[in-house]
């Protein structure tokens, strides 16, 4: 139950980090600029609480000891690990960038929703995770509610998403991304559990902080190299191979702090939040569940989308939403307590489930005419 409300917290505060960069975005500044400031801000709140841990409770960083049989030192396995983590993150980030650049939103971003689905298996067979049914089930309904949020996709026919994989560069882009987030956090689980056996929190606390910061440092590097790169005076890399590390003179990298400070360090602060807790999080439950539960806070986005940023033509979003938030509450209903018992069992989930879908269907029905795009034709490059 207390990985289940640590997600839940989890999933609340990443929706007020996607708020917070929503703002700094909104201001046109690169995102790759600003990965990298809200990374390394990120980096100083967890040397803030490593401090705090090491101060208050005497816990001191502890690394796994992963490398053993490679004969590799703990240390340099760890500097290793989040090495190859930053280029798989930050690769399956640029692709996300790439797939929506390439394809409409509406035929890349649905294929995001099958992490969760790529978890379970590898949950069972790589961390040998006990999966109950009222967890898939749950987790079945956060996937289609994800769907349903775009289902100008299904304007088409039900096989569209399957077209749309051969046809759309972007659809295969983000089919890829979720493959690679599913790796990440199967290895972030295996990293954290490693060796742990039964352990304190504030141990438990030590691992993800310390995860967590090494995930950020490398991926701010990896993000700044990026940016230096796109951004930066080629000019001066052309004609003499060692400007390539004045690449990024040409970039205003502070400028940013001037127009829109607050909401970046307000975005550092919540985003490093939001890493701590899924990684904890993590130790506590099935990983699918962790990550469902984080994506089904679209309910609130959808909210502060009306209200903060005054965007309209919600409707999808808000019946989608709530049938993801139904998943959620069936996690908590069928999660076992010590004593072995369950508020609900797997009948009594596929029941609620049921009627959540038929509910679904008939909004659907009533609401098929609003939120009508017309069809956009993207001509790919390939």
């Not at 999933?11 to 990374?39: E, Q």
């Not at 962790?290 to 940023?309: D, H, N, Q, S």
Request: aromatic share 10%.
């Amino acid at each position: 139950m207390f990985g289940l409300l640590l997600a839940c917290v989890d999933s609340v505060i990443n929706v007020l980090t996607d708020v917070a960069r929503k703002k700094v975005l909104d201001r046109s500044f690169d995102a790759g600029l600003v990965t990298v400031w809200s990374k390394g801000i990120s980096c100083v709140m967890f040397a803030l609480v490593l401090a705090l841990l090491m101060l208050g409770w005497g816990t001191r960083p502890e690394l796994p000891d992963i490398g053993r049989g490679f004969g590799l030192s703990p240390t340099f396995s760890f500097l290793l690990y989040v090495s190859l983590n930053a280029v798989v993150e930050g690769s399956a980030i640029v692709l996300y960038l790439r797939a929506l650049q390439v394809s409409p939103i509406s035929y890349c971003v649905p294929f995001l929703a099958f992490t969760p689905l790529f978890l379970l298996p590898m949950g069972i067979l790589f961390l040998n995770e006990i999966v109950s049914g009222g967890m898939i089930t749950g987790v079945c309904l956060v996937v289609i509610g994800a769907l349903v949020m775009n289902r100008q996709m299904f304007a088409r026919g039900p096989l569209e998403p399957v077209r749309a994989i051969v046809r759309e560069r972007g659809s295969r882009y983000m089919l890829i991304v979720a493959f690679l987030l599913t790796f990440t956090n199967v290895l972030d689980k295996w990293f954290l559990i490693s060796g742990a056996g039964t352990v304190a929190f504030d141990v438990k606390l030590a691992r993800s902080v310390t995860l967590a910061l090494g995930k950020c440092a490398m991926l701010s590097v990896f993000f700044a190299a990026l940016t230096a790169m796109r951004m930066g005076d080629r000019k001066t890399r052309v004609k003499n191979p060692a400007g390539f590390w004045r690449l990024g003179s040409g970039v205003n990298w502070t400028g940013i702090f001037r127009i829109a400070g607050g909401w970046l360090l307000l975005a550092g602060v919540l985003d490093s939040m939001v890493l701590v807790l899924q990684l904890t999080a993590l130790q506590f439950t099935v990983a699918a569940v962790v990550i469902c539960i984080k994506r089904a806070g679209l309910i609130l986005a959808v909210i502060f989308g009306w209200f903060v940023f005054n965007e309209r033509g919600i409707t999808d979003r808000f019946i989608a939403s709530v049938v993801m938030t139904v998943g959620v509450l069936i996690f908590f209903l069928t999660n076992v307590d010590a004593a072995g018992h369950a508020t609900m069992d797997t009948f009594g989930a596929l029941v609620v489930a049921g009627i959540a879908l038929a509910g679904m269907s008939v909004a659907l029905y009533f609401t098929r005419h609003r939120n009508v795009l017309p069809s956009v034709v993207v001509k790919s490059s390939d």
